[in-house]
């Protein structure tokens, strides 16, 4: 079975899905596009985008060759939701599904984040996505799913059988 791709607005549970199932991968971008050498692992989240990250000169052919032996690798690959990622993909021809937050969510998701201590530069930046991107379908060239306010990414997988409860 090839994988199925999901491009997963930010809060959602990306990682909490890809860390409990064996099956999942949780192939962020950033680590990929910036060079995080000099980070500690438990610093990720505050210096995220930061303004003064060094851009990598492999992005994003490195995310690309990623994004690939994964898809051969795993059954259910997560993305980011950036509209570079998105782009990338239509580009390359990679079948995925658009995750968004109902538009209800928007209290429940600044909380999330503040909680796992993203910097106020990457929330405003976030939210400003999450106020903007359409939530109609024909908005976009490939499927959308909207996740109900109280609903997380393992709840959606769950429904759609890519993932067995554990």
């Known amino acids: 079975m090839k994988a199925k791709v999901l491009s997963v607005f930010a809060g959602l549970g990306k990682t909490t899905v890809g860390k409990k199932y ?4 949780d192939l962020t971008s950033s680590k990929y596009r910036y060079d995080y050498s000099n980070i500690k692992d438990e610093d990720y989240e505050k210096v995220k ?4 990250m060094v851009v990598n000169p492999s992005w ?11 898809i051969d ?5 997560l993305v980011p939701s950036n509209e570079d990622i998105r782009h990338l993909l239509c580009e390359e021809n990679i079948d995925f599904t658009f995750i968004l ?4 969510s928007r209290e429940m998701l600044l909380k999330r984040y503040k909680e796992r201590g993203n910097s106020e530069h990457l929330i405003k930046e976030v939210m400003g996505y999450f106020d903007n991107w359409s939530r109609d379908a024909k908005a976009y060239s490939y ?3 909207i996740l109900d306010k109280d609903k997380y990414l393992e709840d959606l997988l769950l429904e759609l059988q890519y993932i067995n409860k554990q």
Do not use: G, M, Q, T
Request: with cysteine.
């Open 101 to 104: 937050p109902s538009l209800d």
């Open 60 to 70: 994003p052919d490195n995310y690309l060759k990623s994004l690939r032996e994964a």
């Open 143 to 145: 499927p959308l799913i």
């Open 22 to 25: 064996d099956n999942v991968c």
């Open 49 to 52: 985008y930061a303004k003064n």
């Open 73 to 77: 690798k795993y059954d259910v690959v």
